[in-house]
């Protein structure tokens, strides 16, 4: 079955960076896009980042020019690098593929805050 497991979310301060990871498992991972979403608190969750089966990227206008998102298809794996990171980066990021249904990880929080 499809199996998305997220890791390296964390404290950091603001102006700090973190590298999400996303293992995935279940899949043909190199013709599939992936995507990074983030939910904080009392807000819906939203889009951050795309990556293509080809390695074309898409940013929400909210992390342009912070984040970078990238992928090992030897490794079934999406990053998400983070970059000048704000408060309210704060949110659990989750990984997510579109096969019919959507698929999600179960969510590593970020929290920058001094």
């Known amino acids: 079955q499809v199996q998305l497991v997220e890791s390296g979310g964390g404290l950091v301060q603001p102006g700090g960076s973190l590298r999400l990871s996303c293992a995935a498992s279940g899949i043909i991972f190199s013709i599939k896009n992936m995507d990074w979403y983030r939910q904080a608190p009392g807000k819906q969750r939203e889009l951050v980042a795309t990556?293509?089966?080809?390695?074309?990227?898409n940013y929400a206008d909210s992390v342009k020019g912070r984040f970078s998102i990238s992928r090992d298809n030897a490794k079934n794996t999406v990053y998400l690098q983070m970059n000048s990171l704000k408060p309210e980066d704060t949110a659990v990021y989750y990984c997510?593929?579109?096969?019919?249904?959507?698929?999600w990880g179960q969510g590593t929080q970020v929290t920058v805050s001094s």
């Open positions: 997510s593929v579109f096969l019919s249904v959507r698929y």
């Open positions: 990556i293509t089966s080809s390695g074309n990227t």
